[in-house]
């Protein structure tokens, strides 16, 4: 008997707002099903402000794909933004509980729990935590330890955590619409996930993620992220340099910015001339 699976997850932008479910019949090939986007509302830098804006926004998102696929999907994965994530290296220490040594899933966690426990300012949190490295009884580089014995076990961790109001506001605009969070994903990792190749991450790369507000960067090793960090500016500032610089609108030095500019300077014209509107 063939069955589908279904997985959603929703984009949070500066600029837009967009929403992707896919389908997986029987774990083949992800298939998309349903895809839209809205202008965003209530975002600035890629933080969350107005609750309600976005609210309103997921809602209407929400019933368009009850309506188009006939099916409620209630809870997604989502991203997070803004320069007020950040990472922190922590480590957790723990005896092996079981009488044979054999380390267990409640082993893993409770070490994971133990590194997690970091010492934050004020109105700081931590929402995820990235594993990167276990060490038992001193033997380091081991990546899956279920199983394997051993008296101590020790991890090291990636902790990533973010402002509590901008955080407190990105679930509520979530909350406040039918969407539930499954996982909240920081968007320079998303972008990672998408764009690199396991053996990448493996050797060693970074990543830019570039949007209308925020510029982030996830730099990954040996198959691991090892450090995050979001800039608040994006592709707005480019807008706004072209407007100050032609004296024009900034729908218009937007559309400029689309149609001629480029990130590759040999398809650039030096004597091309372009006509814009604004003042004398």
Known sequence: MSSNRYIAALDIG???IKALVVSQKNGGDLEAVFQTQ???K??????VVKPEDVSY??????NQLKT????KIGSLYVNIDGSHL????SHGLISVSRADHKISEEDIHRVLQEAKVVSLPPLKEIFDIVPQEFIIDGERGVKEVRGLQGVKLEADILAIGGFSPYLKNHTQAILNSDFQILDRVPSPVAAAFACLTEKQKELGSAIVDMGAGTSGLA???EGGLIHLAILPMGSDNI???IAVGFKTEMDLAERIKLEYGSCQPVKNKKSEKIKVEGED
């Open 14 to 16: 500066t600029h837009t």
């Open 38 to 40: 809205r202008e965003s």
């Open 42 to 47: 209530g975002v600035r830098r890629g933080i």
């Open 57 to 62: 926004i997921l809602q209407d998102i929400f």
């Open 68 to 71: 188009e696929l006939n099916k």
């Open 86 to 89: 950040f990472c922190q290296s």
């Open 219 to 221: 730099v990954f090793k």
């Open 239 to 241: 807008t706004q340099d």
